[in-house]
């Protein structure tokens, strides 16, 4: 049996490892004046699963142009899955928004 690489995430003088993989997603959202923060929201709300106050928003990834805005998160197992079976299309408010794969996984110290 093959264990799960273990991703850690340091904070301060903590670090904190599970084991888990993970992968990294570029959110696209079509609203430029929504936040991160705003959007996190509205996807868990209406996305059963996706847990986002568990992803981890890679810093200064946030950006915006005249018609949307984009971030990059590392997301584990459990929230992808749910991605999948939505065709990375999840519900935020009153359509759908495109979240892409980077093809980047996690390696530990990464996050």
């Not at 992808?80 to 079976?85: H, Q």
Request: with cysteine.
């Amino acid at each position: 049996m093959t264990e799960k690489p273990k991703t850690c995430l340091r904070m301060g003088g903590i670090q904190l490892c599970w084991e888990s993989s993970c992968c990294q997603l570029v959110v696209h959202v079509e609203d430029p004046e929504m936040t991160v923060k705003e959007s996190l929201v509205l996807l868990d709300r209406q996305n059963e699963g996706l847990d986002t106050d568990y992803w981890v928003i890679a810093r200064g990834s946030e950006s915006r142009d005249t018609m949307s805005s984009h971030f990059t998160a590392l997301i584990d197992d459990g929230p992808l899955e749910v991605l999948k079976t939505l065709s990375f299309k999840p519900y935020l408010g009153l359509g759908r928004e495109t979240i892409r794969m980077t093809g980047k996984k996690c390696k530990e110290g990464m996050m």
